[in-house]
C-alpha cells in the first residue's frame, strides 16, 4: 500500500478523526472558559463575588453534554443527509431532532451540575423546569445547527478527498526512458477507480487535453491521466498519433473519414464514430500520415 508521503494525499482517515477530536476538544473548551469570565464580569459589575468553580461548572457541563451529543448528530446525519432535492424529508427530520437533542443535553447538564454540587458540599436547582427548557432551546437550535454545518465542513473535505485521490490514481506509472534516447510506448498503464488497466497504444483513438490532465480515449472507454498533452504525444509514435487541434491528437489507424465541414475547416470521423473538428491549416499534417507529400489533396480524403 503506498503511503501517503509518497502520493501528497492528506492525513489517514485515523489521523483526521483524531485531528477532528482534538479541534472540537479545543473549540468547546474556549467557548466554556470565555463563558466562564464572562459570567464573573458580569457578577462583579453588580457587586456580587461569584465563586469561579461555579460558573465553571456551569459552562463545562454544557459543553460536555455538547460533545457527547456530536458523535449522535453525526450519526443522524449519515443516516438523513442533507439533500436540497430532498429537502422535505429531511429538513422536518432534523428539525424535529432538535428537540430530544435540547431535551438530552439539558439533562445531561443538570444531572452533572448537581453532582458537582453535591461533591461540593450544596446543591443546584435548576429552576422551573418548563421555562428554564424553553430558554435553553432556544440556545439548543442554534447550537444544533451549528454542530451540522462543522459536520457538512467535515463531509466536504471527505469528498473533495476521496475525488483528489481517484484523480492520482489515474496517473500512469512512471517509466524511466531507456538509456540513449526515448523510446515510443507501445503498452501505457493506467489507473481508474483503484484498479489498474494496461492499454495497447495502437487501441487508443485520440487523446484530449483537460486542463491538468489528458484524457484517453481507448476501447469505449476513458481514462485521465496527470499532466499535458504535448508530454505524452512525445512518448507515442509520430507515424500513428497526430495532432489535429490544440487539444485532441488522434491515432490515425483509428480514423475512418475526412469530411469538409464549415468555413473551410474539417471534421474526422473515427472508427468509435466520434466526430472532432479541426481547422485547415492541420489537414496537410494528417494526410501526411495516409500518403507521401507528392499525393496532395482533392478536398476530401477517406482511410485507405
Given at each position: 500500500m503506498t503511503h501517503p508521503r509518497e502520493t501528497g494525499l492528506p492525513a489517514t482517515p485515523k489521523h483526521l478523526l483524531a485531528w477532528r477530536i482534538g479541534l472540537t476538544a479545543v473549540l468547546l473548551a474556549a467557548i466554556a472558559l470565555t463563558n466562564t469570565f464572562s459570567e464573573v464580569s458580569?457578577?462583579?459589575?453588580?457587586?456580587?463575588?461569584?465563586?469561579?468553580?461555579?460558573?465553571?461548572?456551569?459552562?463545562?457541563?454544557?459543553?460536555?453534554?455538547?460533545?457527547?451529543?456530536?458523535?449522535?448528530?453525526?450519526?443522524?446525519?449519515?443516516?438523513?443527509?442533507?439533500?436540497?432535492?430532498?429537502?422535505?424529508?429531511?429538513?422536518?427530520?432534523?428539525?424535529?431532532?432538535?428537540?430530544?437533542f435540547s431535551i438530552a443535553h439539558v439533562a445531561g447538564m443538570v444531572g452533572l451540575r448537581k453532582l458537582a454540587y453535591a461533591l461540593a458540599g450544596g446543591s443546584y436547582h435548576f429552576g422551573p423546569?418548563?421555562?428554564?427548557?424553553?430558554?435553553?432551546?432556544?440556545?439548543?437550535?442554534?447550537?444544533?445547527?451549528i454542530i451540522v454545518a462543522f459536520l457538512g465542513t467535515g463531509s466536504a473535505w471527505r469528498y473533495w478527498r476521496r475525488v483528489h485521490a481517484e484523480r492520482l490514481a489515474a496517473e500512469p506509472q512512471p517509466t524511466a526512458p531507456p538509456a540513449g534516447g526515448v523510446e515510443s510506448l507501445d503498452r501505457l498503464v493506467v489507473r481508474k477507480l483503484n484498479r489498474e488497466f494496461i492499454l495497447d497504444v495502437a487501441d487508443i483513438a485520440r487523446l484530449e487535453s483537460s486542463g491538468n490532465y489528458v484524457t484517453v480515449h481507448a476501447r469505449g472507454a476513458t481514462y485521465q491521466l496527470r499532466g499535458s498533452l504535448a508530454g505524452l504525444v512525445q512518448r507515442l509514435d509520430p507515424r500513428r498519433f497526430v495532432q489535429i487541434h490544440r487539444s485532441q491528437v488522434v491515432n490515425v489507424d483509428h480514423v475512418r473519414e475526412i469530411q469538409p465541414w464549415d468555413h473551410g475547416d474539417y471534421r474526422v470521423v473515427l472508427d468509435d464514430g466520434s466526430l472532432i473538428n479541426f481547422s485547415r491549416r492541420y489537414r496537410a499534417r494528417l494526410e501526411a500520415r495516409f500518403c507521401p507529400p507528392p499525393c496532395g489533396h482533392n478536398g476530401s480524403a477517406a482511410h485507405p
Open positions: 458580569d457578577y462583579a459589575r453588580f457587586g456580587d463575588a461569584l465563586p469561579v468553580w461555579e460558573p465553571l461548572v456551569w459552562e463545562f457541563s454544557s459543553v460536555i453534554l455538547m460533545g457527547a451529543l456530536i458523535p449522535v448528530v453525526a450519526w443522524l446525519l449519515r443516516r438523513v443527509p442533507l439533500d436540497l432535492r430532498h429537502w422535505y424529508r429531511c429538513i422536518p427530520i432534523h428539525l424535529f431532532a432538535t428537540l430530544p423546569v418548563f421555562s428554564a427548557w424553553v430558554y435553553e432551546y432556544r440556545k439548543d437550535f442554534v447550537t444544533y445547527g
